[in-house]
């Protein structure tokens, strides 16, 4: 499970590499804006909105006249979206809890949750209020990632942290943990304890570049709420352990100009 503050810690780093994340998960979410076909004067909620880069694109879907409600649970990462969207006054920002949003009930067209629902010990209740806030014939578009053998991309750091002992608390397959939805059939089941029809998951493959091993092992550490703590508190022996076992993992996936490293999310789209 992560906390509010895991995530505050790591807001300057996902500031620094905005641009790598939103260039990576770019096949993601083209796919999920074509999912959610928005339409102009909708109005959207966004959970777990991160740096709020996916909430610019949002606002630019339901143009002219509609709204987009930004929010997450961490406030450092609340005045990273705000820092954001200031050229996009259909966005508002809010802080909110995706288990507890105390939004108005039947309020949105389209209620978006990139990446951040399987951080969510009880993700049943969090797609619950998902559907609590959404308008009769709402659409419902969540990101996860897929299993760690898919993603060696994030696994390479995580597993080699686990190995020197870092890691505190239970496996990441385990809940709320970063793979705790990755299996399709999990994450679909997910939806349908909600009580979502029409439900939809979808494998889209990814690849994350790096010039070296090094940008790699230091841009998961800047980005992995979950770890970052754990490898800074590290001693610089554990952490060169950690970074050089990171490094012979992503070695097959040596490439002209550094790394391509494989990774694939789950896109479920539901109504
Ligand atoms: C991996 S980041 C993804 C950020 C962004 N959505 C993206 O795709 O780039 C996970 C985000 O989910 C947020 N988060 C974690 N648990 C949450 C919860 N219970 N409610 C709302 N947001 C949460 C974190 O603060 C963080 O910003």
Known sequence: MTTASDWTGVASGWDVHRDRVEQMKAPLTAALLEGLALKPGERVLELGAGTGELSRLLADAVAPGGQVLATDVSPGMVELIRRTVTD??????????????????????????????????QPADALRECRRVMRSGGRLAVAVWSGPGQNPWLSSVGMSAMMQGLVQGGPPTGPGGIFSLGEPEQLGAVAREAGFGDVQVLRVPIV???????EHYESVESLAGPLHQALRAATPEQRAAVQTSAAGLIEPYRAAGGYQVPGEALL???H
Do not use: H, K, N
């Not at 508002?92 to 969510?120: C, I």
């Not at 994350?208 to 090094?214: E, L, P, V």
């Open 88 to 121: 996009r006054p259909s966005i508002r920002v809010q802080q909110a809890d995706a288990t507890s949003t105390r939004l108005e009930s039947a309020s949105y067209d389209a209620v978006v949750f990139r990446m951040g629902l399987m951080f969510v010990p």
């Open 268 to 270: 479920l789209l539901a």
């Open 208 to 214: 994350a570049q790096y010039a070296s091993a090094q």
